[in-house]
Each structure stands twice: as C-alpha cells, then as structure tokens.
C-alpha cells in the first residue's frame, strides 16, 4: 500500500518511541548520537500501527515500511499531504522574532479562519514536516515558522512547504558559527524570497529595514508583490502604518489600516512593535476588521519566557530568556534603558553559535552595559566571564543560583536575557 494511503488512514505521526498513540505511525529517525530503527518494533508494541525504516534487517513483518531514507520518506509525504490539502501557507523566517510574529499572526487570523500554526519551536528539518501532516481541509490558513543555522536550510524548508506568502522579520547577527558571517544570514534567510519570487504570490516586508529591502531586489521581488508596512510616518496610504504610544513595561501601538487604532498589548519592549505591526498588515491583508486584529493581538499573552511579564510580589521581571544573540540582547537593554525605573537590575547570559566573533560580541555587550551606566549587573556564562568587566560574573546558572539564594533582590524591575541553554529560567522562582 502507498504510504500517503496507509497516513490518509493513520494520520497521526510520532519520531518518539516513548510516545506512541494507538494507531499512528512510527518515523524511526536517526541522529548521529541515536538510530530508531532499533526501537521500531517496541513502537509498534506500545501501540503504532506502522513503523517506517530505512534499515531493512529489522523488518519481521507486514507492519514494518521500509524506505531508503526515513527523514526524506516524512519531508516528501508532508510535501505531499501540503499539496493535496491545497491550505494558503505563510512562511515566516528572520533572526529574531519569528515566534513571537507568529504566534501573533495566528492571534489575529483566528479572530476570522481557522488557523494551522507551528506549535512551539518545531521550525526545522523535522519540525516542518510534522507541523504540516498535522495540517486537514477544515484549515483555511497556515503559518510555518522556518528556522536555520546553517546556508540552504530555508532553501529546504520551502521546497517541503511550498508557502505561498512569505515574511523575513529581520535579520541580524545569530549562528555567525554555521552562518559564517552577516552576509550569510542575509543570504540563508533570503531564500524565503527567492522561493517565493520564483513560486509565490508575494512577501509582506518591514519597509524600515534596508537590508530586507536589498535582499527583495536582489530575490527579483515586484513591488506589486509586496505588502510593506512602517513604524514611520509616511504619506503612503496603501501601506500600513503604526506608532509606539509607550512602553513601560507593555508596548501599546497606533495603527493605520486606512483608519487609525488603538493596540493595547501584554508583551514587554518596543522591539516587538515591528511584530505586531506584521501581524496588523496580515490581518488586514486577509480581509480581517480592525476591531478583530485589535482583539487577536490584545488577547495574546506570551509565555515560554519570551518578552514576558513577570510581577512576582518581590520583584517585576522582563524574562526574554529562550534565546539570545547581539542583535536581540542589544536590543533589550536599549528597551531597559529608556524605561523609567530608579531600581534598574540586569542579569545577561553568554549568547552561542558566534564563533571567532563570540569573544567580541560579548565584550561590545559589556561596553554598551557601561556606557548606559548599568550598575546592578549580573553576567553568567564563561564568555562573559572572559570579558573585561566590572560586574559581578558566575561561571553557570548553580553558581548564579547559589548567589541569589543568599543575596535576593528586592523592589527590584529586573531584566532576565540569555540564550536558552544558560538555563536561566532556573532563577525565576528565586526572585
């Protein structure tokens, strides 16, 4: 039987031999630490209806499907189920704020469709491919969120996706380590462009951004292909416009659609006006009534330590702890700056995947700390130990951990901004 026949009837997919729901289908995956295949049959005993492999030896029965090569088997039948679904597909990639300007996006569609959207982080190779098998007739809409550390990975992504819009939400120095350079961000994440250039229907672009302006002409991108929008005033009526009314903590907005309103927002930073502007031009763009994109985004409230709010009785924290690179750390302690407070902390963690610029990166972060006369400054991580810096450093988040213990801030607003892996979401319950 075809594979697409055996998911038609057996639409649920699993890549984790612990997690195996009565009738799904089995994906034994392989990495360079793990080969599933060795775990298919206990899949199937656990309740998987089929397992696919690619090593035929552990094959004993009918159940088994055996393919040349499981990851491409899941990213040509996710393709397929794409095409035959026939749902709109936004892709949406950049270097910081893909998340959040997702999950925005989908705030404000469900106000009018019926949304299909990346759950969490699943905006790779693998991730893809689930999201969209995971896709039926009764969505109206999608949005994918593509990720990528390395040259032809968005390249990838589009050909199992086939979106039909595409949005890049900036770019800016992250995964220097895979990426090699600035130019080779620019380059990977323009290949959302180029696809939808030669394939799609169009791109919804910051036209603020001179870099993402540059790569939409080099993509060959017709301007009656994008949907551009500003923080800036303009006299240009058919774009969609909006200002930062404040931002201390929660940013609030005035957007024009044609007609002006107001967006009250529970996300923290003025960086994120850019995002929820994205997530005006496309609710707009999809026909949606001003009033609906106001409630979609008003009723958003992030969670996952991303741009959150935290009022703990002790202290009032900013967590944007999932992720952190020079441009979205820069950007958070700029925001921190301009906020009225006389009881001002910071507690940074190291930023990875920087390479040979890892050392000077970290150290402009320092600088920037010292020139905006930051004094109550904690910084974790041993690239930030390296730095030359007068600030309190710890080696990891225990040691962090055991200091806070013994010293607890209080009446404190604290700013908490890491990459992921420094873990410092460890230290919210402490403060």
């Known amino acids: 039987m075809d594979l697409y026949q055996i998911f038609l009837e057996h639409p649920i997919i699993t890549t984790d031999s612990r997690n195996c729901p009565d009738g ?57 189920h794409r095409k035959n679904v026939g749902v709109k597909i936004i892709g949406i990639t950049g270097t910081n704020g893909k998340t959040t300007t997702k999950e925005l996006i989908a705030s404000v ?19 893809v491919p689930l999201t969209l098998l ?14 990528a550390n390395h040259p032809g990975e968005i390249k990838t992504l589009c050909e199992i996706a086939e979106p039909d819009f595409g949005i890049i939400t900036n770019v800016g120095k992250a995964h220097l380590e ?19 250039s030669a394939n799609g229907k169009g791109i ?27 923080l800036k005033a303009n006299d240009d009526l058919t774009m969609v416009t909006g200002m930062i009314s ?47 994109i106001k409630h979609g985004i008003e009723t958003y409230k992030p969670l996952n330590n991303r741009s959150q709010f935290i009022d703990s009785g002790k202290n009032k924290l900013i967590v944007d702890a999932y992720n952190a690179n020079p441009t979205s750390m820069l950007a958070a302690i700029n925001n921190f700056a301009e906020m009225q407070s006389n009881n001002k902390m910071l507690i940074l963690g190291d930023m990875f995947e920087l390479g040979n610029q890892s050392e000077i990166e970290h150290q402009n972060i320092v600088n920037v700390l010292e020139e905006k006369k930051f004094h109550n400054v904690l910084l974790v991580g041993t690239a930030f130990m390296n730095t030359n810096n007068n600030f309190k450093t710890f080696n990891d988040v225990d040691d962090l951990t055991t200091y806070i213990s013994n010293n607890c801030p209080a009446n404190n607003i604290i700013l908490i901004k890491g990459s992921r892996s420094v873990q410092l979401e460890k230290i919210i319950s402490l403060l």
């Open 24 to 80: 799904s289908i089995f994906f034994a995956l392989k990495g360079d630490k793990f080969n599933a295949n060795k775990f298919a049959y206990e899949a199937l005993e656990k309740g998987c209806s089929y397992a696919v492999i690619d090593e035929a030896e552990y094959a004993t029965d009918s159940r088994f499907i055996v393919v040349k090569d499981v990851l491409k088997a899941l990213q040509d039948l996710a393709n397929q």
């Open 109 to 127: 569609l469900q106000e009018k469709y019926k949304v299909h959207f990346t759950k969490g982080n699943l905006n790779n190779h693998i991730g």
């Open 134 to 147: 995971q896709l039926t007739s009764e969505h109206q809409l999608a949005i994918i969120e593509m990720g």
């Open 178 to 196: 895979g990426f090699g350079s600035f130019e080779g961000v620019k380059q990977t994440k323009a290949e959302l462009y180029d696809y939808i």
């Open 204 to 230: 919804f672009i910051n036209n603020d951004n001179e870099s993402l302006k540059e790569m939409a002409k080099s993509a060959k991108i017709h301007e009656d292909k994008q949907v551009a929008y500003s």
């Open 246 to 292: 404040s931002s201390d903590p929660f940013l609030n907005m005035q957007c024009q659609t044609g007609t002006v309103f107001d967006i009250n927002t529970h996300l923290v930073g003025a960086y994120n006006a850019e995002n929820i502007l994205a997530a005006v031009t496309i609710g707009h763009f999809f026909g949606l009534k001003n009033t609906q």
